[in-house]
């Protein structure tokens, strides 16, 4: 079945600092890959998504590119901010349906 | 764009009684909403597919009798948990998906709900 795989957390930059959050996924077909954010207390936010290989999906200065060779979307940021801080979702839905499947989350924290 | 809103954000009941969860689109309509619960530090368990007019999926391991679903319209799905007991303590999130949107279309997610048993 599907899988998503993220690194685990939590995460502590400074501010200004350089984001990495590794994402893989495991799937049949050929899934559409999302990035989640949820803030404290409340529900999920969509930050971007990619349909495709070698798409790139960007949003808020966030970046991810879906390789399908290295079955991949990790989340980078170049220089993130205190607002920032939050739980990182990887998520991918199948080609037919609707069922998301999430990774386990990610939190970022950052420090000013 | 697209809104969900759930409700209510935050219930506090004895254990025993039952407490009914909201899920509305507010600017859309969706034949299909998902509820989600969500542990402490943990991602999100996928508990059922509500479906417009029709009965609700579970996924393995969710009792049905516990978790009544219930989606009587395009805008409306509703969750109600029945003789709650402490473990039922949990943050609920439902979603659903624009019925004009694709397949593979982002979900739009509501605030969730933090439900305690005491």
């Known amino acids: 079945g599907n899988s998503v795989t993220q690194m685990e957390g939590p995460v502590t930059l400074s501010e200004e600092a350089f984001l990495t959050i590794n994402c893989t996924y495991t799937?049949?077909?050929?899934?559409?890959l999302f990035w989640y954010v949820q803030y404290p207390g409340e529900g999920l936010q969509l930050l971007l998504k990619?349909?495709?290989?070698?798409d790139k999906g960007s949003n808020k200065g966030f970046e991810a590119t879906y390789r399908k060779e290295t079955t991949s979307f990790h989340l980078e940021k170049g220089s993130v901010q205190v607002s920032d801080s939050a739980v990182y979702f990887c998520?991918?839905?199948?080609?037919?349906?609707?069922?998301?499947?999430f990774g386990e989350g990610t939190q970022l924290t950052v420090n000013p | 764009g697209a809104v969900v809103s759930q409700h209510p954000s935050r219930v506090i009941c004895k254990s025993g009684t039952s407490v009914k969860i909201e899920c509305r689109s507010l600017?859309?309509?969706?034949?299909?909403m998902f509820w989600y619960r969500q542990f402490p530090k943990q991602s999100l368990m996928l508990m059922a597919t509500s479906n417009e007019g029709s009965k609700a999926t579970y996924e393995q391991g969710v009792e049905k009798d516990k978790f009544l679903i219930n989606h009587a319209s395009l805008t409306l799905s509703t969750l109600t948990v029945t003789s709650a007991h402490p473990e039922d303590s949990s943050f609920y999130i439902c979603?659903?998906?624009?019925?004009?949107?694709?397949?593979?279309?982002?979900?739009?997610f509501g605030n969730g709900t933090r439900l305690t048993v005491t």
């Open positions: 979603s659903a998906r624009d019925n004009r949107a694709g397949g593979n279309s982002p979900l739009h």
């Open positions: 799937a049949t077909g050929y899934p559409s």
């Open positions: 990619a349909t495709k290989a070698d």
């Open positions: 998520a991918l839905a199948e080609t037919s349906g609707s069922r998301l499947t």
């Open positions: 600017d859309f309509q969706a034949t299909t």
